[in-house]
Structure formats: C-alpha cells, structure tokens
C-alpha cells in the first residue's frame, strides 16, 4: 500500500502520529464498508466521480466481479466484466469473492520536464481491492483503483502465494460499457503489428464491427453527459492493450492484448508478483478537459534520471521529409558531408539547435537498408559521409547530431553505441521500425531508455504506439510517433487532411507527446493538393503551420523542410522561436474533427496555437487566463491576398480583453503574449 500525505508544518514526531491515527480510521472505516456487504466505491476528491466494484451472477457466472463508473450520478460505464484468463484456463474474476478492501487518500505533487506542465498536482484517491477465487484452486489476486477529478483507472495486482509463483496470462477480459447513443473516434487496425499510422473513424460504439481492432486513446461521446477516452497507462513488462467489440449485439468493448511474437496463446510472461498497467478513463463535461490532463504521467513510476540538466528540448531539421532537395548548391545533395555540412549551417544561422543523420530512398546513413535491417554498424558513416568529421564540425557551430535507426540496429549495437555517442556528443537517437506493443517489444524499449538515460541520450520512437506516460519515468524520451502525421503527404492521394490535423489532438495526443514531421511553410489549399515524394507540400496555410507547433506537444519537433525554403520567409524566425517544452497548458477550444486551440505558457510568456478544419472559422478567444498586468500580442493570422498568405499585428491586451482571430479554410492562427515591457 502506498499513502502519501500532504506537508504539514506540525513538529515531525507529532505530525507522524497524528497523521498515523487519521490512516488507521481512514482504513478501518474502509474495511468495515466492505463487510457490510456494500459495493466498494471510491470517489474522486471532488465527489464528480464514482468507480464502483462488486460481484454478481451474471452471464452463468456466480460471482463474476464488475465496475461502474459515473459522473455525477449519470452512467460513464455501465457494468462492466472485469478479469484475466490465465494460460493453465483459470479465469480471475470469473468466481471472485472480496475478502477486504482499504483506502488510501493521494495528495502530493511532482515536476515534469519537459512536459505540457512544470508542476503536476497528484490528489486521488486509490482503494484496494483483496479477492479470491472460489473453486478448487481458490487463488489470491488483487484490484486496485484510483479515482481523480478527470478520471478513474483501475490495475490487476498478482500476488506471489503458495503453489503461484509466475504468470503466464493468455488474455485479459476488461470491458467498457459505453450507455447507448455513446459514439467513439477511433483508430481501427488490420492487426496487432502496425504502426499505428491509420485515418480515425467516427460512429456508435454500438455499430462498430464486431471483432474489429481498436488502438488506444479511445475517444468517446457520452449522450447528454460529457467526454470520455479510454488510454493505458504505466506499460511496464506486460503487452499492450487494445479494444475490439465481440459478436454478441450491442457488446462492450472489450480488452485484446499484444500476443507474444509467435505464441498466439500467450500475452504476458513474468515472475509473482507482478501487476498490470493501468487502464484509464478520462472522463470530462467538455472535451478541452481531457486535453489538460496529466493523469496518465500519475499512473506512472516518478523519474529515474535525478538530473535532467542536459535534456533540452529543441527542434531539429530531418532531410528525409524533403528527399535531400535543393537548389542552387555547387555539390549533390544526400548521405554526405558536405549535404550534412550544409544543413549544420542553416540551423546555426536560424538557431535550431539539432540536425538528424537519417536516411534517403533505402539506404540508410550507416549503411544497409533502410527496412529490413541488414546488420551493418552504427558508428560509421556510409562512404562519403564523414561521420566524425560531421560531429566536429556541428560543434564548432553550436549545434548537435541526433542519429535515426531502426530499433533492431540500436538492440544489436548500442551497448557497444551509446557509451561512445556520449563521448562523441551526439544528443540523442530516433528509433524506427518497432511496429508492435507485445511484452518483447515493450521490454526493449525500457532498456533502449535505460541505457540511453545513463549515456545522456534523449530519445524519439517512431513505427510505434501511442505513448503510456513513460516520460514521467525516463524524461529523456521526448516523443513518440504512433499517428498519421505529415510525412504521408508525400505518397497518399488524399494526404493528411485538415480534419485528421484537429482530431489527433484529441485521440493520440491524450497518450502524450507526438512527432508530426513539422515544418514546411509550403502550404496549398486542399483541392490544389497532390501528393510527391520530393519537396512536398501540406494542406493549410503557413499561420496553420506554426499553429502546430504550439497544439501539438512535441519535444523535438522537426523543421523538416530544405534551407533555401526557410531561408528568406518572414516566418522561418518566429517558426524557430517557439518554445518545445511547457510550464502550463490550457484548453481554449476543442471540438474533435473541427476545431482546436491551445494556449501553452512558457516562462513568463503565452502562446496560443488555433486551427481550423477545411471550413473557415473565427475565434473569439477570452484571455481571462493572464495574470494581472499588460501583454503584447504578437499575432500571425490567415490572409491569403497577401504574399507570404498570413497578416501580422501587434497590439496591448489585458486577461479582461478578447481576441478575434479569423482563421481561413484548413488554416490556422499563432500568437504571443509576452508582459509588456519584457523586451521581447
């Protein structure tokens, strides 16, 4: 049990036995709760919201353990089957009865860097559920829920007991009974190895075909009550989690794990004990309230790294998007020193603190293909490019290397890698390729951190899932990819669309930061567009484009566009300016598929960034968010009779005005806020 409570200014020998008698009556009155035969509830600290637990015969079942989740006293989920199966055919849950119950309050916080916040406020409450299984092997296990003001989550805890000393779980049985008229946004999937890069899909929970597979977050619309989205949190040596509705009619979403790589039977091996992720429901009366929440960073272990002194988020060119083009330079441009020279000199001049050594058509830098890996090493440059002499010359300009790879040349060399990229002064590696969640992969992925922590590495994962909040655990990874994101502008007819660009905020987003290949100022409106490998172009103005870098949290965010397509526009500095980390965030306006703008603070300034889908839209924008005194805005707004396509005013606000943005068909709006008289 772990309880944690607030700092109190009471002497330390008085506080700790005052504190220890407030515990013991806040356990014991738990308890005696339970033995009267009651449903075990716990509720957030606001009182909003509910998760009950209880047992019932249902579906032939004696005692088969269930939940429901209300705000309000309206249904968020209605009940619900809880449970495993384990691979020996024992089901838990199946004929639970509760042996005790105890409660705990949470109230304490935590810094996060980087982060949407600086400060995260951790206040829940969390309740332990004791079961056993009735039958013939009446084994011990555990239920363990938390409920906060913008969630509940619940855990499955498997104690080491006598005659159960590993797990070997086939398949979890967690359901997620949306009320009728509930309609979910969603990303469906052809199987459990994917990258996670498909088109969201909108409709009734209820029409959704059966067996068909869900990713994770999960949005969805409760009729007349609010917002919900269903996300994991705290993936640790386990698979990950998705949703499919099986046949029967109007059946609950139901849990669907990873299954080991060639073992269809098996999903999580592990020695006792040993507990589950979190599963976690984010539940809110608007759907800008899921966007401000840290509870998935809650659910997870606090950081292992005690100084994050030189993690520093920034942004970084990446070649690849714009397939090595360029104009007007006197060598060839692609995998050599002298294209990597030549990029190292533009972020320089623009202050963009990172450059990536990736790949081109299929070859990558170090040699080999692309995908499928082939073997080669990852210390070396291909011919022609001097790796080391790469390095040196990026530090004599002030800027750093980050390296692309795919995950199975980082899991085959970067024992041998790592220690010498942090003597090199590389600052981190973007790992590619993974494209599966099951307990393996997971694994590899917390060691890849590990390693890449204790080398000062920072890391990227692309050809990955949405993200659990293990950058509260290892801040050092700064994003991960898991969406469809502007690199399928290059190649897919219809490209990423204005509506997809608002929706991902509130769908993948809600898992955590995500790389989106940002960056060029190219825009085109939506019936101009066409997609091409070379130089491409996105749908949307370059005001949209800036825009992204503030809703989306991301941080590393690319500039991946070429040099001489910065070089000269107006926008390229204020592009370049934009903060990558965050102290505060708030949610101005969300409607999935619609809108979306987000007001980000970064010291003592704020950004906000709004976007629009292919309609035009203005936004009335209050700023009762500022604290007291006078701001500048700076603002970059839609106008497409202009040369560069946007307009920008300057002009003195206070937290009582309002501002007006109009924003243009798939366009966008960035402003600053900085306190008057900050020289900024």
């Given at each position: 049990m772990r309880v944690t409570f607030p700092v109190t200014t009471f002497p330390a020998r008085l506080a700790c036995l005052?504190?220890?008698?407030?515990?013991a009556q806040w356990v014991v009155g738990a308890a005696e709760a339970k033995s009267s035969g009651d449903p075990v509830v716990a509720r957030s600290p606001d009182g909003r919201l509910a998760i009950e637990l209880y047992t019932r015969a249902a579906s032939g079942a004696p005692g088969q353990l269930q939940y429901r989740v209300t705000m309000v006293d309206h249904a968020v989920i209605e009940a619900s089957n809880l449970g495993v199966r384990l691979k020996d055919g024992m089901e838990l849950g199946r004929n639970s009865e509760v042996l005790d119950s105890t409660s705990v309050r949470i109230d304490t916080s935590f810094d996060q860097f980087p982060g949407k916040r600086r400060h995260v406020i951790d206040r829940g409450t969390e309740t332990i559920v004791t079961l056993r299984e009735r039958g013939t092997n009446p084994r011990k296990w555990q239920l363990v829920v938390r409920a906060y003001d913008d969630g509940v989550a619940l855990r499955y805890r498997f104690p080491k007991q006598p005659g159960w000393s590993s797990l070997e779980l086939a398949e979890e049985r967690t359901e997620f009974a949306f009320p009728a008229g509930a309609v979910a946004t969603m990303l469906p999937l052809g199987s459990f190895t994917t990258s996670h890069e498909g088109r969201y899909d909108r409709r009734r929970v209820h029409d959704i075909a059966a067996n068909q597979l869900l990713a994770l977050?999960?949005?969805?619309?409760?009729?007349?009550?609010?917002?919900?989205a269903v996300l994991e949190a705290n993936l640790t040596d386990y698979a990950g989690l998705y949703l499919a509705r099986p046949d029967a009619p109007d059946g609950a979403l139901t849990s669907r794990l990873s299954p080991h790589p060639g073992e269809t039977d098996i999903a999580v091996r592990a020695a006792l004990p040993h507990d589950s992720?979190?599963?976690?429901?984010?539940?809110g009366s608007d759907a800008r309230q899921l966007l401000e929440s840290d509870t998935v960073l809650k659910l997870n272990a606090p950081s292992t790294i005690a100084d994050t002194s030189w993690i520093k988020p920034g942004k970084t060119t990446f070649p690849w998007w714009n397939d090595y083009y360029e104009t007007g330079v006197p060598f060839t441009m692609g995998l050599n020193t002298a294209t990597a020279k030549y990029y190292i000199d533009f972020c320089a001049e623009y202050g963009i603190p990172y450059h990536t050594l990736d790949g081109v058509n299929d070859l990558a830098w170090y040699g080999g293909h692309i995908a499928p890996y082939a073997g080669a090493d990852i210390i070396q440059g291909i011919d022609g490019l001097d790796f080391r002499e790469v390095i040196h010359y990026a530090r004599q300009k002030g800027v750093r290397i980050r390296l692309w790879m795919h995950w199975q040349a980082a899991q085959q060399h970067m024992a041998q890698a790592f220690p010498l990229y942090r003597k090199w002064g590389i600052e981190g590696v973007m790992i590619d390729f993974m494209d599966r969640d099951d307990q393996e992969m997971v694994n590899f992925q917390r060691q890849l951190l590990q390693l890449a922590a204790a080398n000062h590495l920072t890391v990227n994962f692309h050809g990955v899932a949405a993200p659990t909040g293990l950058e509260r655990t290892f801040p050092n990874?700064?994003?991960s990819e898991g969406v469809r994101n502007l690199e399928y502008d290059k190649w897919d007819e219809d490209g990423v669309t204005p509506e997809h660009d608002v929706t991902v905020p509130l769908t993948r987003m809600l898992a955590g930061p995500t790389d989106y290949h940002q960056g060029t100022l190219r825009g085109v409106p939506l019936e101009q567009f066409k997609p091409r490998v070379t130089a491409p172009v996105v749908i949307g103005t370059p005001s949209r484009m800036l825009a992204t870098y503030v809703v989306l949290q991301n941080h590393m965010s690319m500039m991946a566009d070429y040099p001489?397509?910065?070089r000269g526009h107006p926008l390229t500095r204020v592009m370049a300016a934009i903060p990558s980390t965050w102290d505060d965030t708030r949610a101005l306006a969300a409607q999935v598929g619609e809108e979306i703008v987000i007001a980000r603070r970064s010291g003592h300034e704020w950004w906000i960034g709004a976007?629009?889908?292919r309609h035009?839209?203005?936004e009335k924008l209050p700023l009762s968010f500022l604290p007291p005194g006078k701001f500048r805005a700076e603002i970059y707004q839609d106008d497409l009779a202009a040369t560069y396509g946007f307009r920008h005013e300057t002009r003195a606000v206070t937290s009582s005005d309002e501002l007006d943005l109009q924003l243009a068909e798939s366009g966008g709006a960035l402003v600053r806020l900085a306190p008057a008289g900050s020289g900024n």
């Open positions: 005052c504190l220890l008698a407030w515990a977050p999960l949005l969805v619309e409760l009729p007349g009550t609010g917002w919900a992720p979190w599963r976690l429901i984010l539940v990874l700064l994003n001489s397509a910065y976007m629009t889908d035009a839209r203005d």
